[in-house]
């Protein structure tokens, strides 16, 4: 009996920790490798067979696996170590049911850390499947393709940090948080019926798509199992709007206030000669350790006074600009509000949304009184939903990014469509004028096109939700390096 007891306790120990060691392996490699291939990375190709794993990737399996087996033999070694310390002392009878306590203790840490663990083997079979959906509805465009008009219009992009239609709701919220912006919707274009397609509901992914149309989705995971792809490598092989305007003649600027090199944002604009940049080091150069009030860098009251400035230096120019520019202040790790902002609501969360709401409004108003106004087509748009919790009466209700668009014609109408961020790409080209075939970039189409249908509304939601999900060859050759 006792000999059986000895081994269940061994086979109970054993068990633990290589589940406990595996995951902290992974987890410990995968974040300190954020470029491809990585571990899962490699995991995928060797589902479609090792012939198919780069030698980088078979280097990367053997030191993965041999590092476990390190591990896991150290692990045993300590076990042994403490019982026999244990032993020598007056807990010696408790031994056993204290080192169970201890491995058990840090399996649960361990669960713990890996959220949404029931569904990892679900998503990972998901991920596995090899499918053709996005090569074959990717449509590449080249500048060649791209007829601009006669007279070009700038383009001006203001990507809102979190916004979504939610804050404008007075009936979910008590409020509409975005009272200025909301009033400016509704004297100009939107497009309503934006969806939330997995792997856009990030900053990073979100511009990606905007600029590409694409879903810059992958099968490595950090922290999040199945989070979007941060190790993407860029330029991709397709150019983005900005490559498009500049190969036709246009000046291109981005300014944030955060560090291009979080998250290869650098990476994401190398297709784009002669673009000028504006980001944390340079605000923190010129204002000093003033200019980093946020965790990510610089807040969005030096964010616009450079937007402007940078903008007059481009419209003084003799080639029409597109700019861009990202907010900050409302991200959740953030609701970053100034001592001298108003705070006419209870929370710091809604004074935050009120506060952006009016210097987004000021910088458009501002827009609007320069002379290139004439000749400029404006748009807001939310990179993705509110990531914190939110107060709300109606949980269940779509939430979809805000978007607002201004052009010097004054065109004034509410397109309802079903589509997704990556088809923001297609029509910022379309909404200046450009003519491109079919109205379509990547897997993106313009929303200008009523003839042309979304992928969301030729095959719906769902699959598309889960097609991006699922391993394209074709498709990864097409798009990445």
């Given amino acids: 009996m006792k000999h059986l007891l000895r081994c269940g306790f061994w086979a109970l120990v054993s068990v633990q920790l290589l589940l406990a060691d595996f995951v902290l392996l992974v987890y410990s490699w995968v974040t300190v490798s954020f470029g491809r291939p990585n571990f899962w990375q490699s995991l995928l190709h060797m589902n479609q067979g090792p012939a198919t794993l780069s030698r980088a990737q078979w280097v990367l399996f053997g ?3 041999a590092g476990f087996l390190l591990v896991v033999g150290l692990s045993v070694l300590l076990v042994r170590v403490v019982l026999r310390f244990l032993a020598t002392t007056r807990l010696r009878r408790l031994r056993y049911g204290i080192v169970l306590l201890l491995v058990s203790g840090g399996l649960a840490a361990v669960v713990l850390h890996v959220d949404r663990s029931w569904s990892i ?9 090899p499918t053709t959906f996005l090569s074959d509805n990717f449509r590449p465009l080249a500048p060649a393709d791209v007829a ?24 979910r919220l008590g409020a509409n948080l975005l009272p200025r912006l909301t009033a400016m919707r509704d004297r100009g274009l939107s497009f309503r019926g934006q969806m939330p397609v997995f792997g856009l509901g990030c900053t990073r992914m979100a511009q ?9 989705v992958s099968y490595s995971f950090v922290s999040n199992p199945f989070r979007e792809d941060f190790g993407r490598q860029f330029p991709c092989r397709i150019p983005s709007v900005l490559a498009l305007l500049s190969a036709g003649g246009y000046a291109t600027a981005y300014v944030q206030g955060g560090s291009m090199d979080f998250v290869d944002t650098r990476g994401m604009f190398e297709d784009v000669p002669g673009l000028f940049c504006f980001e944390r080091k340079d605000f923190e150069k010129k204002y000093g350790a003033q200019a980093l009030k946020i965790s990510f860098g610089a807040q969005d009251e030096l964010l616009f006074p450079e937007s402007k400035r940078i903008l007059s230096e481009l419209a003084s120019g003799d080639k029409p600009f597109a700019f861009m520019c990202k907010t900050v202040n409302t991200h959740n790790r953030c609701e970053y509000l100034p001592e001298d902002a108003p705070h006419p609501r209870g929370s710091t969360f809604e004074n935050v949304l009120l506060n952006c709401d009016g210097l987004v409004g000021d910088f458009l108003d501002w827009l609007a009184r320069q002379p290139f106004a004439d000749r400029t087509a404006v748009v807001v748009i939310g990179d993705h939903s509110y990531h914190g919790k939110i107060a709300d009466r109606n949980p269940s209700a779509p939430r979809r990014e805000f978007n607002l668009v201004i052009l010097p014609n004054g065109e004034r109408e509410v397109i309802e469509r079903q589509f997704a961020t990556f088809d923001w790409a297609p029509t910022f080209l379309e909404l200046i004028g450009c003519r491109i075939p079919e109205g379509r970039m990547g897997l993106g189409v313009s929303l200008l096109h009523p003839n042309a249908r979304t992928l969301l509304e030729r095959f719906g939601f769902e699959r598309v939700n889960l097609e991006v999900r699922r391993y394209d060859k074709a498709y990864e050759s097409l798009v990445y390096r």
């Fill in 63 to 65: 030191v993965c696996f």
């Fill in 121 to 129: 083997s679900k998503e990972l079979a998901v991920r596995f499947e």
């Fill in 148 to 171: 601009f008009p006669a007279e070009k219009t700038n383009l001006v992009v203001i990507v809102a940090e979190s916004f979504e239609d939610t804050f404008t709701d007075e009936g």
């Fill in 208 to 216: 990606c798509a905007m600029l590409y149309g694409i879903p810059s």
